[in-house]
């Protein structure tokens, strides 16, 4: 059985343009709009929600020593931050069943 390709940003903006009755170009602006907030809130307060769909959270990771894998050698990974998408349990209920 073949996979479905997933949803693209212009099939979202279509989707929700015909549920709101808005045009494309407005759905499509929404989106980027909640794109852009959710980096500038990730960043400035560490995390943002989309309520039922999940949480960016921005985290830091400490220093550790790894392994190169080609050579066996153990080198130091240096502390960095990173951005986390943790998802909610409603939308995990929902997909999951």
């Not at 020593?65 to 939308?91: D, H, L, Q, S, Y």
Request: one cysteine or more; proline letters at 4%; charged letters at 30%.
């Amino acid at each position: 059985m073949a996979e479905k390709k997933p949803m693209t940003k212009s099939q979202l903006a279509n989707h929700i343009a015909e549920l709101a009755g808005l045009t494309k170009k407005v759905a499509g602006e929404i989106l980027d709009e909640l794109a852009a907030v959710a980096y500038k809130e990730a960043k400035k307060n560490k995390q943002f929600t989309i309520p039922g769909i999940g949480k960016l959270v921005l985290d830091n990771r400490k220093a550790r020593i790894g392994r190169n894998p080609a050579t066996g050698e153990e080198i130091k990974i240096p502390a960095k931050k990173v951005v986390k998408f943790r998802v909610a349990k409603a939308c995990k209920d929902a997909v999951l069943g």
